[in-house]
């Protein structure tokens, strides 16, 4: 008994050290800390913003729209891959688009990568093949630093997955270029804010000013489906696109949950028969 009660206090005190030692620093910052003044930016900063109506994959139900998809790499195509590379994705991925081989191919071709001429070994740009990756559009990030105001365009491939909440990051930063609200811009320069020459003001960005010029805009391409190239368009097509590759089996992943559950539940009901009949003749019997 007594053992039992020294074991519980000194549980509870141990309990209490750890409670008291983890708000400690909390409640020193709060009680003598500054207030946490945040850079001018902030005035700006604007959550992501998903597109009209949402994405055809958000939710458990969710599903890929293949023309869609097609869209956005006629976007990432025409658009993105003079700075952006896709080095993740092969060109035979683009199968699960709703392509067929030949037009894989056929594509594949449109790209130059990288390769070796058989009969001397020097380094050449040869035609994409089947088996071949997306080609990075710059031989290295010196050349992409160069090219871009110092700045590296990075590799879009996983682009969705690196951003919080990334499908709608893509469509508001790529729909998102906008002049300063003046207001807030007032109140912004009192703390100093300035974009700086060859940066552009985006609020969607990290700190709203980033090296990227505005790509999108109406009818900067014809879709082939006759849809129009609106930029609000256009970005939400290639936020899907880039989703894609990123996940390309997050349909498979929301159905294969969908199995789960419902094999787990069925578990559940055997798991709870199997107890009802090794029970049955145990149970003492109610008088
Ligand atoms: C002229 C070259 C160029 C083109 C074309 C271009 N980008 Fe960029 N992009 C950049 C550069 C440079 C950066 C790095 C910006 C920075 O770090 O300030 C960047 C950054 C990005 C980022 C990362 C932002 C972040 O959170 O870090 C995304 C996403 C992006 N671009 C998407 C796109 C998409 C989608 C397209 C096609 C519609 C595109 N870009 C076309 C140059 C380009």
Avoid at 69 to 75: N, S
Avoid at 153 to 167: E, I, Q, V, W, Y
Wanted: net charge neutral; charged share 20%; proline share 8%.
């Amino acid at each position: 008994m007594t053992i039992r009660l020294a074991g519980i206090l000194a549980g509870l005190g141990i309990t209490a050290v750890l409670v008291f030692w983890s708000l400690l620093p909390g409640a020193y910052n709060l009680a003598f800390g500054p207030p946490a003044e945040k850079p001018a930016y902030y005035v700006f900063k604007e959550k992501p913003k998903a597109p009209e109506g949402g994405f055809s994959f958000d939710g458990p139900m969710g599903k890929w729209d293949y023309a869609q998809l097609q869209r956005g790499y006629a976007v990432y195509k025409q658009v993105c891959s003079a700075c952006h590379g896709l080095k993740f994705v092969a060109f035979r991925n683009l199968e699960d688009l709703g392509y067929s081989e030949a037009q894989v191919r056929a594509e594949a071709a449109t790209y130059n990568v990288p390769g070796i001429d058989p009969n001397t070994g020097e380094a050449v740009l040869r035609p994409g093949e089947y088996t071949d990756y997306f080609p990075d559009p710059y031989p290295n990030n010196v050349a992409a630093a160069a090219a871009n105001n110092n700045a590296i365009p990075p590799d879009l491939s996983l682009m969705t997955k690196a951003r919080n909440d990334g499908s709608n990051y893509v469509y508001s930063l790529m729909s998102g270029y906008t002049d300063p609200d003046p207001e807030k811009l007032a109140i912004a320069q009192e703390k100093g804010f300035e974009t700086p020459v060859g940066l552009y003001f985006n609020p969607y960005f990290a700190n709203v000013n980033l090296a990227m010029p505005p790509q999108l805009y109406p009818n900067l391409i014809t879709y082939d489906d006759g849809t129009e190239a609106t930029t609000e368009q256009m970005a939400q097509d290639i936020a899907a696109f880039l989703t894609w590759t990123a996940e390309p089996k997050m349909i498979q992943r929301k159905q294969t949950g969908w199995f789960v559950i419902a094999f787990l539940i069925f578990a559940t009901g055997l798991a709870y028969l199997s107890y009802k009949q090794i029970w049955a003749g145990k149970k003492p019997k109610k008088k």
